[in-house]
Nanobody, 124 residues
Framework: QVQLVESGGGSVQAGGSLRLSCEAS?????MGWFRQAPGKEREGVAA????????YYADSLKGRFTISQDNAKNTVYLQMNSLKPEDTAVYYC????????????????????WGQGTQVTVSS
């Protein structure tokens, strides 16, 4: 089983930036970031193809969030800029081996390993 440990969350004012880290005991083919706000379903934020390097983003977040990987550290990052109060949520790192034609990169059900989550709070 893959162990995933997120870090980097915190409280920032609107317009600020945070970088989340997800350290993995091992990678799977796709690593993704999801978030869940109170009373809402978990939603896909971004994902990366570890082998090919392709990246995927939620349309509403393109241009503000960037996913990247550091293979030497087995770590996936999520750089978040121009943060807004609506970005407030618990952010989770997930890992999946299944090809993306199974539900798309944003399909949380296809991710088999999850971290414990890290809280991001953006104040106005």
């Amino acid at each position: 089983q893959v162990q995933l440990v997120e870090s980097g969350g915190g409280s920032v004012q609107a317009g600020g930036s945070l970088r989340l880290s997800c350290e993995a005991s091992q990678y799977k083919q796709y690593m993704g970031w999801f978030r869940q706000a109170p009373g809402k379903e978990r939603e896909g934020v971004a994902a990366i193809d570890i082998t090919g390097g392709a990246t995927y983003y939620a349309d509403s977040l393109k241009g503000r969030f960037t996913i990247s990987q550091d293979n030497a550290k087995n770590t996936v990052y999520l750089q978040m800029n121009s943060l807004k109060p609506e970005d407030t949520a618990v952010y989770y790192c997930g890992a999946r081996a299944a090809p993306l034609w199974h539900g798309g990169w944003w399909a949380a059900d296809w991710y088999t390993d999850w971290g414990q989550g890290t809280q991001v709070t953006v104040s106005s």
